[in-house]
């Protein structure tokens, strides 16, 4: 009996350390499989929502340079246009 006893003792004994030890090896590779789904979902809902705000933001800069430009070449362009007039005439 006391073998028979001992027995038992000994498989619960192995259950609860293989317990527990696939518990934490399951725990740990569950926990680096989810950080890691997280931080790339992370990243890639960062990297949209910010290429999503940057988009017009850039657009509306370069039309505003264009614009800025295309005025600075029209005032040179009169401006040109403006002093060979006045030396024609003087």
């Known amino acids: 009996m006391s073998s028979f006893f001992q027995k038992g003792v000994e498989m619960a004994f192995n259950h609860s350390i293989i317990q527990s030890f696939n518990h934490s090896i399951i725990q740990s590779f569950n926990h680096s499989i989810i950080q890691s789904f997280n931080h790339s979902s992370n990243q890639a809902i960062k990297q949209s929502s910010n290429q999503a705000i940057k988009q017009p933001f850039i657009h509306s800069i370069n039309r505003s340079i264009v614009q800025?430009?295309?005025?600075?070449i029209k005032q040179s362009s009169n401006a040109t246009l403006l002093l060979s007039l006045l030396q024609k005439i003087a």
């Not at 800025?68 to 600075?72: D, L, V, Y």
């Open 68 to 72: 800025s430009f295309n005025q600075a």
